[in-house]
């Protein structure tokens, strides 16, 4: 339910920002960009299967392993669930430059 209000609230910013950009340009062509950029970005953000990306960039090739919850020696002790995002360096560079470039090509498009 959390990961949800997150996804509806950055929607929400994302229409925000969809109709400041139609009122500044007048383009209907810039606002359907600014909605296709903002929604790779959320897509890439909040969607990925973080259990599985945030292991080695080695272990990506083989399956996650789901902790047994029967080894649990007691009946208080909760999983532990993932951090979210853990900083590694090779997704750091990967979404620096995915996400620097495709901000480029958008302000680019935006400003002209």
Known sequence: MK???VFRSSMIWL???IVLIGL???SLQKMVA???FGMFVICGVLLPDWEFFNR???Q???PVTIPDVGSQTTTDQKPSSPTRFKIYPVR???YTSVYGFAFYKW???ISN
């Open 107 to 109: 302000w680019k498009f």
């Open 3 to 5: 990961d949800d209000v």
């Open 24 to 26: 500044y340009t007048q």
């Open 56 to 58: 080695s960039v080695y």
């Open 34 to 36: 600014t909605y296709f």
């Open 15 to 17: 229409g925000a920002i």
């Open 92 to 94: 750091l560079v990967v």
């Open 60 to 62: 990506w090739c083989t």
